[in-house]
């Protein structure tokens, strides 16, 4: 699904650049296949979709192939025309088809990558524009509408405005607004959108969550076709409106714990010795022995041994390491011999002493623990709804050495709306809790995202 993503979007790049060089670049036959190629594509990533995603995607292709049927009668006969050889109203035509192709690619993407409320934007955002496009040809008649409101929720304690989002909303003089019967005046209006304030009646001794209506009568532009020119007349249009969902005042408190589980490098110490023992009092051998730091450990190092005993010749003759695990202690043993006297009854020795040899030392060894450092805390507080992702971040440097990193946390979200108190828990082992979820990538930055309150 990322790879079609990727190939769409780079599809768009490639067609839609905007510059007037690109523009002459493309035929209208080319432009016009790429529009009826964007409908198809849509129609293909919502045949399985319902809902608000349906009902917006299929106004907005139905207006593309509204768009389309004027985009052959006007330039059916051009197909192999380049931007630059048409005239003032064909280019923006030409333009304004382009535009629309490249909105539905991008809607087509979010549609199929289940994007939820970018989806339903991207299907809004590409139907204003076609709706532009259809009825801003001469002498077609401006009516104006409302496509889609946002925010869709406001909280008591959230900037208290909401935007209505459409086509033609600037006609004529300002219209009368009423927001649950409250006339109000709009903040700010263009031709696709009026700023619309709320009034604090509709918050007054708000308890439980409920929808609002938004009520406007807008002027409409009537265009009459006279002879050869266009007659141009505005009149009250038909009243539109919008719901939106007020929320009780609403505080979200998001706690982060993060810590990181880690193998260390620790050192310590292994002591090694030998003794060596032998009866024979004419003894007198090499004494080679090896010592060994444990298979998950490396050895750094050792301390020279010291010889406890080492009587009659018996020593220590050197110490070597052979490998990163071990070191060899070279030493010899031997006896005081004896002295021999030769009598008639035969030879009678006497042991002058056995031998002795006795050594220790350590080994210094270097080996790998898994520890988990102190976690680190971090809170967030958000008034209103408006906010939905947080990003927290482990600060404090990791151990010197440290390795297989993996990262450990917890998320504690509470959120109060009105008199209700929630309280949810995620951790990494439980990343999700109803509509929140939690991810934490590998440079310790957990993204928590609490979905609509």
């Not at 919502?46 to 049927?69: C, D, F, H, P």
């Amino acid at each position: 699904m990322k790879f079609r993503s990727l190939f769409a979007a780079l599809a768009i790049l490639i067609f839609c650049a905007g510059d007037a060089t690109a523009q002459g670049v493309a035929t209208v036959a080319a432009v016009r296949q790429a529009l009826v190629d964007a409908i198809e594509r849509l129609d293909t990533a919502l045949s399985n979709q319902t809902g608000n995603v349906k009902s917006i995607g299929e106004g907005l292709t139905g207006n593309a192939r509204s768009l389309l049927a004027d985009f052959d009668s006007r330039l059916g006969q051009k197909l192999q025309y380049t931007f630059e050889k048409l005239d003032d109203q064909e280019k923006k035509l030409f333009a304004d088809a382009r535009a629309v192709v490249a909105q539905m690619n991008q809607a087509a993407n979010d549609v199929v990558d289940r994007v939820g409320e970018t989806a339903k934007m991207s299907l809004a955002e590409a139907d204003i524009l076609a709706y532009n496009s259809l009825y801003g040809l001469p002498c077609r008649s401006q009516v104006p509408r409302v496509i889609y409101v946002k925010p869709e929720r406001v909280a008591a304690n959230d900037v208290r405005e909401v935007t209505l989002r459409g086509n033609f909303l600037a006609i004529g003089a300002e219209p009368a607004i009423l927001v649950e019967s409250i006339a109000v005046k709009p903040l700010a209006r263009s031709d696709n959108e009026i700023r619309i304030p709320l009034p604090a009646g509709v918050f007054a001794n708000l308890t439980a969550e409920h929808s609002i209506s938004v009520a406007l009568t807008p002027r409409q532009r009537v265009r009459t076709n006279l002879w050869v020119t266009c007659w141009d007349s505005e009149k009250d249009g038909r009243p539109l409106s919008a719901a939106v969902r007020v929320v009780p005042t609403t505080e979200v408190t998001v706690t982060a714990s993060i810590a990181a589980n880690v193998e260390v490098p620790t050192t310590y110490d292994i002591p090694y010795n030998w003794t060596e023992h032998n009866d024979d009092c004419n003894a007198n051998y090499n004494v080679t022995k090896e010592f060994k730091v444990p298979d998950d450990s490396r050895l750094l190092g050792y301390s020279a041994p010291g010889v406890s005993c080492s009587r009659c010749g018996s020593g220590v003759n050197g110490t070597r390491q052979t490998s990163d695990k071990s070191i060899v202690v070279d030493a010899h043993f031997q006896a005081c011999g004896t002295d021999c006297v030769n009598l008639l009854v035969g030879k009678i020795c006497n042991c002058k002493g056995s031998g002795c040899l006795a050594y220790s030392g350590a080994l210094h060894a270097e080996k790998y623990a898994p520890t988990v450092t102190p976690p680190h805390t971090e809170q967030q507080k958000t008034k209103g709804i408006r906010q939905r992702s947080f990003l927290f971040k482990y600060e404090p440097p990791l151990p010197t050495g440290a390795r297989n990193l993996r990262w450990s946390y917890e998320v504690i979200v509470e959120k109060i709306i009105g008199n209700s108190v929630e309280k949810h828990i995620l951790s990494d082992t439980n990343p999700t809790s109803g509509v929140m979820t939690s991810r934490i990538g590998t440079d310790g930055k957990l993204m928590v995202d609490i979905g609509a309150l």
